[in-house]
């Protein structure tokens, strides 16, 4: 059964393109969650989605920002515009269930975005 | 989610147990302590959780004090392939939306051979 799965593990991007990362989740789940660690930094939530829906986007920046989780594909955050501050490890999660009693989060290897 | 305090760093011999503490004196009733590790360069993976009862797994122990204001990761024999930043987190799963995981600063456990 294969991990959560990320792409690209690299990415470079110059000031004010578009960054797309990509985030398959392991088979059988359905919820998937986005985590950015700063460079020294810890982890910080983002986003969390199931199919189609976006549950909580409390830790996602207002701008420039976006993700989604289609009914078929992998789950899409998108950065438009990317400056330097956006240079981080970008960590996908997914989970099968939300069931307490077996709640573990799979992460990714992440996206290694690197703004210049 | 209730907060957690962890030592910033902790060593230890390689093949000896390790005790990593937490402090989680705010913790509710329907809180339950979680541990993830992440080595360098990867990504974080779960270690273990319990809520009130002593937990094992194949990774870990995990000990919780009866009153559950603390609690300690044990891991039996460190291998140099424990060297990771440790955290405990508190999650209470009670309300829906409330899936996110609050990561600490962690301890940050060096092995030495």
């Known amino acids: 059964n294969a991990g959560v799965m990320q792409n690209p593990r690299h990415l470079v991007r110059r000031r004010g393109q578009e960054a797309r990362l990509r985030c398959s989740p392991m088979?059988?789940?359905?919820?998937v969650y986005w985590y950015r660690q700063l460079p020294e930094e810890g982890l910080k939530f983002m986003v969390y989605?199931?199919?189609?829906?976006?549950?909580?986007e409390s830790g996602m920046p207002k701008e420039r920002f976006s993700a989604e989780f289609p009914k078929e594909g992998p789950s899409i955050l998108r950065i438009q515009q990317v400056v330097r501050g956006d240079s981080a490890a970008y960590f996908c999660?997914?989970?099968?269930?939300?069931?307490?009693?077996?709640?573990?989060?799979?992460f990714g290897p992440g996206t290694r975005l690197t703004v210049t | 989610d209730a907060k957690t305090t962890q030592p910033n760093s902790m060593e230890s011999n390689e093949e000896e147990p390790v005790h990593l503490p937490c402090n989680h004196s705010?913790?509710?009733?329907?809180?339950?302590i979680h541990w993830y590790r992440q080595l360098p360069s990867q990504g974080p993976e779960y270690v273990i959780h319990?809520?009130?009862s002593n937990v094992n797994n194949r990774m870990a122990s995990l000990a919780i004090a009866e009153d559950r204001k603390s609690s300690t990761l044990i891991l039996h024999r460190a291998t140099l392939r424990d060297a990771a930043v440790y955290y405990c987190?508190?999650?209470?799963?009670?309300?829906?939306?409330?899936?996110?995981?609050?990561f600490g600063t962690g301890t940050r456990l060096t092995i030495i051979p």
């Open positions: 999660a997914s989970s099968r269930t939300r069931q307490a009693s077996s709640y573990e989060q799979y």
């Open positions: 088979k059988g789940h359905s919820h």
């Open positions: 989605l199931q199919k189609e829906n976006i549950i909580d």
């Open positions: 705010t913790i509710s009733g329907t809180d339950y």
């Open positions: 319990g809520l009130t």
């Open positions: 987190i508190l999650r209470d799963l009670s309300n829906f939306g409330n899936e996110k995981l609050t």
